[in-house]
């Protein structure tokens, strides 16, 4: 059987392919997540999502092994919102999405050494409450998510700041669709039931 890489360190990223109990190691892909100029964000995710797994790839040079990227973009009117890195970015990013609904893409791709790939994008769409500023910094201090694309952590505490989310696969939104990674790993020839 292949080897599996994740190509992130992330660990909301390897606790989720965790539920898919495949053995697999994890490795730092080395790429500049910069978007280019004009770039819209589903671009920019699947761009980023295939840089990493390739970048990953081809340190392992002619080993049977697949390995999985991903990259996730928020995306508030056409404008691409990145990880904060902390608290007055986190602030800003929040108050602009109040009362507006925020595109989520999550894109994949699973890459061999040998070239081929694997890919697919999810699309999930959250719409946040109108929110005060207390309330925003109240959570921004309270779940620090200054690693988070959109500033919040859907599985913790952030879920109260949506009215609703609509998707296909309530785990993209944390940075892996398991639906889709359950995919291109079944087409890549992993046993999954």
Same mark, same amino acid.
């Given at each position: 059987?292949?080897?599996?890489?994740? !190509?992130?360190?992330?660990?909301?990223? &390897?606790? =989720?392919? *965790? $539920? %898919?109990? +495949?053995?697999?190691?994890? #490795?730092?892909?080395?790429?500049?997540?910069? !978007?280019?100029?004009?770039?819209?964000? &589903?671009? =920019?995710? *699947? $761009? %980023?999502? +295939?840089?990493?797994?390739? #970048?990953?790839?081809?340190?392992?040079?002619?080993?049977?092994?697949?390995?999985?990227?991903?990259?996730?973009?928020?995306? %508030?009117?056409g404008?691409?919102?990145?990880?904060?890195?902390?608290?007055?970015?986190?602030?800003?990013?929040?108050?602009?999405?109040?009362?507006?609904?925020?595109?989520?893409?999550?894109?994949?791709?699973?890459?061999?050494?040998?070239?081929?790939s694997?890919?697919?994008?999810?699309?999930?769409?959250?719409?946040?409450?109108?929110?005060?500023?207390?309330?925003?910094?109240?959570?921004?201090?309270?779940?620090?998510?200054?690693?988070?694309?959109?500033?919040?952590k859907?599985?913790?505490?952030?879920?109260?700041?949506?009215?609703?989310?609509?998707?296909?696969?309530?785990?993209?939104?944390?940075?892996?669709p398991?639906?889709?990674?359950?995919?291109?790993?079944?087409?890549?020839?992993?046993?999954?039931?």
């Amino acid at each position: 059987m292949s080897r599996l890489v994740l !190509a992130s360190t992330s660990r909301y990223r &390897r606790e =989720l392919l *965790q $539920r %898919l109990r +495949l053995p697999f190691d994890t #490795a730092r892909p080395e790429v500049d997540e910069t !978007a280019l100029p004009g770039e819209a964000p &589903r671009a =920019l995710a *699947q $761009r %980023l999502a +295939l840089a990493k797994a390739q #970048a990953v790839a081809q340190l392992l040079g002619g080993e049977d092994a697949w390995v999985l990227g991903s990259d996730q973009v928020a995306d %508030l009117g056409g404008q691409a919102l990145g990880k904060p890195g902390g608290r007055d970015a986190a602030l800003e990013q929040l108050r602009a999405m109040a009362g507006r609904r925020v595109r989520f893409h999550t894109a994949l791709c699973l890459a061999h050494p040998d070239g081929r790939s694997l890919h697919d994008v999810d699309l999930t769409e959250v719409r946040l409450r109108a929110l005060e500023d207390a309330e925003i910094a109240r959570y921004v201090d309270a779940e620090q998510p200054y690693d988070c694309a959109g500033s919040f952590k859907s599985e913790g505490l952030g879920i109260v700041l949506f009215e609703a989310i609509d998707n296909h696969d309530p785990t993209a939104l944390i940075g892996l669709p398991l639906i889709a990674s359950a995919r291109l790993l079944r087409q890549a020839g992993f046993a999954l039931p």
